[in-house]
């Protein structure tokens, strides 16, 4: 008698079964559930053209090659050398294990191991990244707090008085912001956060923006035109 039948009989069933199942999973995607997935990604990843955070965007992410949007310069090495193009194969990889597919990227993401809401959220961004979609991007805040939640930057040239820097100063561990409206905030000098955006929705020049951050509102960030703006417009005064 061949016992080995009966098991290869089992391995098969297994095996369909799992195809089943993951066919299943992509067949039943649902966006709605994926936008929300998608509010992971969102802190580092914009829906907007050519409108890059701390990883590129993702608008016309599909039939991409990795490492090639002209507008993000912080491509690690790996993922510019990597002979991918995106596919709903390759972004289920992807987004399964990053560093499973493209060892030695920079990517600081372990992966989501659920097939169903991989199949969520690539049925959500499959429609979001399309050129014209306008679909709302997940996870997002309103107002400035949308500059931490993944929505498209605020553009800061056009501030409200109480976004707008007038004055800071330091003295010991604190930084004290004065704003355009006259009120004064105290912050630790780990709290506050000093960045640049020379892009076309950056703060003009000498004209820096304050941005709320954390959820109690103890942190900001300030936002200037350029670095050489920082030295100079931070006066040491107790």
Not at 158 to 167: G, I, K, S, T
Request: glycine fraction near 10%; proline fraction near 5%.
């Amino acid at each position: 008698m061949d016992t080995r039948k009966p098991v290869y009989a089992i391995a098969v069933t297994v095996f369909l079964q799992f195809l089943f199942s993951a066919s299943v999973a992509f067949s039943e995607a649902n966006s709605a559930r994926g936008q929300r997935v998608f509010g992971a990604c969102a802190a580092c990843h914009s829906l907007q053209p050519d409108q890059s955070m701390t990883g590129p965007s993702l608008a016309g992410l599909w039939n991409r090659k990795a490492g090639s949007l002209t507008s993000f310069s912080r491509y690690s090495s790996a993922l510019q050398s990597a002979n991918i193009v995106w596919d709903d194969k390759t972004l289920d990889e992807w987004i399964n294990d990053p560093q499973h597919l493209v060892p030695g990227n920079e990517m600081t993401f372990a992966g989501i191991k659920d097939a169903r809401e991989r199949a969520d959220l690539l049925g959500f961004l499959k429609d979001a990244t399309q050129p014209g979609a306008s679909v709302a991007q997940g996870g997002q805040m309103g107002g400035m707090g949308g500059m931490m939640g993944g929505g498209r930057v605020p553009n800061l040239k056009h501030l409200d008085p109480e976004n707008r820097v007038q004055a800071i100063t330091y003295c010991k561990d604190t930084y004290t912001i004065t704003t355009a409206n006259g009120k004064t905030r105290k912050f630790w000098e780990r709290n506050l956060r000093l960045k640049t955006d020379a892009s076309g929705d950056g703060p003009e020049k000498n004209a820096p923006a304050l941005v709320r951050a954390g959820m109690v509102g103890d942190r900001a960030d300030v936002i200037f035109a350029d670095p050489s703006e920082i030295v100079s417009f931070i006066v040491n005064k107790c």
